[in-house]
């Protein structure tokens, strides 16, 4: 059984009320990302509610929302100008299939690898993407299509609200947490606006500034299912193909970092791997109703945790909300002044942006500072995906070149005369010159060994360098041989067929013995 109405420290009204909340956050973003994706409003609409609803109740991370996203609508737009919005759909669904399948075998965990400087940089990065396209809310297009500041009086009016709505989310807490501040605000702030009359953008006015139609609405019907109208062959699939592989990676990464930043907000440990299953199956059925799919929003998932929704009924909450307002509360979502929303989102920047890595960055290695900085630089500029790539890349050629440097060894002769060489530390790619700069071929004695109690042989670039050294003691006519090798690392050694044979003779090609009963 899902664990759909409650999750621990989640309550029924805290997640209702958090969930309603979300559902007015997400009209505008939904709607925005379906023209970055050039396709209709509808299509954005439906796949916040499509994706909210489906990882809400089979996802691996109660309490996170998912729906259309800006990282997802900017690969998307190349297919649809291409090949058309239903080759969008066929992208879709494979990409789903992708996703499922990553679940199916377990490569959730892999998101462990992302060191904490790459999840500080993709935070902090991503507090800035969403505080830059907040400041789209008060540009409107001229005549000629070009966006532009508002004119004063109406740039000082939103500012005004802007900043209402702030301190309503910051001080209403003070005074009681019955109903999230931000559902207050947004309240509050609309009463305002519409008894005064004051002339504001609205969601409305956003709607058909976006696209140049003034019938422009987002009401609209159920989704229907439909097959992708595209012809099944090869051809298509290798149009499609390419793109769904980027839209799932893009997809799981994004969602899989903020299924861990919500995991640290909440003290609890979400399940990864039915995050991925649960992420692939809200893209297959997106696909199948006329919706662009999407993934994990960590701007309306900080909304939700910080208004208090903990459980799956906060997300299904947002998600049947959604639905309602476009088909029968159109006419209240179109009335909410922009400056409402983008108060909230402001709220959610400030909480998301991790402060303290200011302090931090004077305290810790300068490696990971600059990894926090390349990280948040690389999502602003780019994609998140692509910065997670990039930190996780850097961070592992960081460790690599610091612990090539710990390769030591340590020298005697025994009492047959024997040269014993005790390797300390790891054999791999990054300290294979280093430990062929150790040993002295030429002026070392016949009969050498190499005791690897305190190292282990890791990589391929290990065997090679053990192969080289090999030649080099055979070039000068001596013996090498090897001893306290661990068990994994002889499993490793005799896998190298033809390379370097483990055994307790003397090898016949590269004169290298496994000493390993020798002690």
């Not at 994609?383 to 050629?397: E, K, P, Q, R, T």
């Not at 071929?441 to 080289?468: M, Y």
């Not at 003691?473 to 041989?481: D, Q, S």
Request: proline residues 3%.
């Amino acid at each position: 059984m899902f664990d759909i109405i409650r999750h621990k420290t989640a309550s029924h009204r805290a997640d209702i009320l958090s969930g309603l909340t979300v559902a007015l956050a997400l009209v505008p973003e939904a709607v925005a990302f379906a023209f970055v994706a050039g396709v209709e409003p509808m299509v954005g609409l439906y796949a916040a509610f499509i994706m909210g609803l489906v990882t809400a109740v089979i996802g691996g991370r109660p309490g996170m929302i998912s729906g259309a996203t800006g990282a997802m609508a900017v690969v998307m737009v190349a297919l649809v100008a291409e090949h058309g919005v239903q080759y969008l759909f066929a992208a879709v669904v494979l990409a789903g299939v992708i996703q499922v399948t990553a679940g199916a075998c377990r490569l959730g965990k892999f998101i462990r690898i992302v060191p904490y400087p790459v999840m500080i940089g993709f935070v902090n990065g991503l507090a800035i993407v969403i505080f830059l396209a907040q400041l789209g809310q008060f540009k409107i297009p001229d005549v000629n299509g070009n966006l532009q500041w508002l004119p004063a009086s109406q740039m000082t009016t939103m500012l005004a609200l802007v900043v209402l709505t702030m301190a309503i989310i910051h001080f209403l807490p003070k005074l009681t947490t019955a109903v999230p501040s931000s559902l207050v605000a947004i309240l509050a702030v609309t009463a305002i606006v519409v008894g005064l009359d004051i002339d504001t953008r609205t969601v409305l006015n956003f709607l058909r500034g976006m696209s140049g139609d003034e019938q422009a609405t987002i009401a609209g019907s159920i989704p229907s299912f439909a097959i992708p109208a595209v012809p099944f062959t090869l051809e298509t699939l290798q149009i499609i193909l390419p793109y769904s592989f980027i839209l799932a990676a893009i997809g799981l990464i994004e969602s899989l970092l903020t299924l861990t930043v919500v995991d640290e907000m909440t003290g609890t440990r979400g399940r990864s791997n039915k995050e991925c299953v649960g992420q692939g199956a809200g893209n297959i059925i997106s696909g199948f109703f006329g919706a662009m799919g999407g993934c994990a929003m960590i701007g309306q998932s900080m909304i939700n945790i910080n208004s208090g929704g903990r459980g799956r009924l906060s997300g299904i909450t947002a998600a049947l909300a959604l639905l309602t307002f476009i088909l029968f509360g159109a006419a209240f979502i179109e009335i909410i002044p922009l400056a409402a929303l983008v108060g909230v989102m402001f709220m959610v920047v400030l909480g998301t942006f991790e402060w303290a890595s200011f302090k931090m960055m004077r305290k810790v290695p300068r490696c990971d500072a600059f990894v926090i900085v390349l990280v948040t630089v690389v999502t602003v500029f780019t994609d998140l995906a692509f910065a997670v790539f990039v930190g996780v890349i850097v961070s592992a050629l960081v460790f690599a070149w610091q612990h090539a440097k710990h390769i030591a060894v340590k020298t005697h002769i025994n009492s047959q005369g024997w040269k014993i060489y005790e390797l300390q530390g790891p054999l791999f790619f990054g300290s294979t010159a280093n430990f062929l700069e150790l040993f002295d071929a030429q002026n070392d004695p016949q009969e050498v060994i190499v005791d690897f109690g305190h190292s282990r042989v890791a990589d391929h670039s290990a065997l090679e360098a053990i192969d080289t050294l090999a030649e080099r003691y055979t070039a000068v006519g001596k013996r090498l041989h090897l001893r306290h090798l661990s068990a994994d690392c002889a499993k490793v050694l005799k896998k190298a067929a033809g390379l370097v044979e483990v055994n307790l003779l003397e090898d016949p090609s590269y004169r290298v013995a496994d000493d390993k009963l020798d002690s």
